[in-house]
């Protein structure tokens, strides 16, 4: 997502008549802390919620043809949007259609994975247990190939319906979109769009080929993976998960721990008691709040280590006056 766009944009009318192209009416300067696991951010320009995989791939689709920046978000839980909001338009993405055919488990983008893990309990189809745990949606999911436990999305994806930058939907085989720990192509190809705004290509729905087993089974490992979760994650606190992707070799949480920052605060945002890859946004704090946190816990393990740790949350809207605020 960009920061201002150029010309002033009457929104109002924007709102209009993406409504009726496409059916759905845009919310004005809608607070993205309602929409993000961190719950900070500022007023996206406009907000639209698809409610299926059409309404996702004609949002999207207008806002490409009439080169408005856009950014789809889904459980917003790898996310911190900045205070000062997000221009353009955010594409919010509530399409949880779903069905089991056979070993088949086949989700729209929307669906919790949360949600699809106990689908697939029900179904006695085992490989998505690990998805208990991670509060995002399939799409957002296979954007990071998010996993846990032991387990990844590369590890139980068959396939996804991708509308591609080019226009195309097209139902790619898993091994095109080039899943290694918590990257996919699409991820790589999305970073590069800056210009545009948003993702460049966009997951429409995702096919997960599981496993017999028995449902009895599979619910205790549920029950295994929610009991871990509660007991070394801060889960009842605002926050985006794992602030930093893990350096080769090594844990984040522990690089941190080891500069004795559990606890430290910069405004209403610490860095976790329970867990040090973790801020919390425990006393309703602002992205900049977390951001300048994140930034001390980095410099901290860079001067102590030597190891310069990469983000794995994604920091999106617009920045550009990060930095320069009265603290
Ligand atoms: C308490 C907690 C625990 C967590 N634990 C884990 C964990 O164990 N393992 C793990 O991997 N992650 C974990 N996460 C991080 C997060 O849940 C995952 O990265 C998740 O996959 C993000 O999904 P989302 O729908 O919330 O994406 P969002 O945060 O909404 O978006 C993230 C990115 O994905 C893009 N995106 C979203 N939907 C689509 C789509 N349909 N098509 C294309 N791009 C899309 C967005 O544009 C954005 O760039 C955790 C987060 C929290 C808050």
Same mark, same amino acid.
Request: no cysteine.
């Given at each position: 997502m960009t920061g201002a766009t150029a010309l002033p944009v009457d929104w109002a009318a924007l709102a209009a008549e993406i409504a009726r192209v496409v059916g759905v009416r845009p919310h004005r300067d809608e607070p993205m802390a309602r929409h993000t696991t961190m719950r900070v951010g500022g007023p996206a320009d406009l907000l639209a919620t698809a409610h299926d995989v059409g309404q996702l791939s004609a949002l999207v689709r207008f806002a490409r043809e009439a080169a408005i920046p856009h950014l789809v978000v889904g459980r917003g839980s790898d996310l911190v949007v900045s205070d000062a909001g997000v221009r353009g338009l955010v594409v919010l993405c509530r399409a949880e259609g779903h069905s089991i055919q056979g070993e088949r488990l086949i989700a729209e983008a929307g669906l919790p994975l949360a949600r699809a893990a106990t689908v697939a309990q029900r179904a006695g189809l085992s490989g998505l247990e690990f998805g208990l745990a991670i509060p995002g949606t399939v799409g957002g999911a296979v954007w990071a190939n998010a996993g846990a436990h032991g387990s990844d999305m590369a590890g139980i994806l068959e396939s996804a319906l991708i509308l591609r930058a080019d226009g195309v939907v097209a139902d790619e085989p /898993? /091994? /095109?979109?080039?899943?290694v720990y918590r990257d996919s192509r699409l991820k790589l190809i999305g970073q590069g769009s800056v210009a545009s705004g948003g993702p460049a290509e966009v997951v429409l729905q995702a096919t997960f080929r599981l496993t017999p087993a028995n449902p009895a089974e599979i619910k205790g490992r549920l029950d295994e993976i929610r009991r871990w979760r509660q007991e070394h994650q801060p889960i009842n606190l605002p926050s985006a998960g794992s602030v930093f992707r893990n350096p080769p070799g090594d844990s984040a949480g522990r690089l941190i721990d080891a500069c004795r920052l559990k606890m430290t605060r910069v405004g209403g945002a610490a860095i976790s008691e329970m867990h040090a890859n973790f801020i919390v946004n425990d006393r309703q704090g602002s992205a900049a709040d977390v951001r300048h946190l994140a930034e001390m816990a980095r410099a901290e393990v860079a001067r102590r280590f030597g190891i310069e740790l990469v983000y794995e949350v994604k920091f999106v809207g617009d920045w550009s006056n990060w930095g320069q605020e009265e603290r």
């Open positions: /898993a /091994a /095109a979109l080039a899943l």
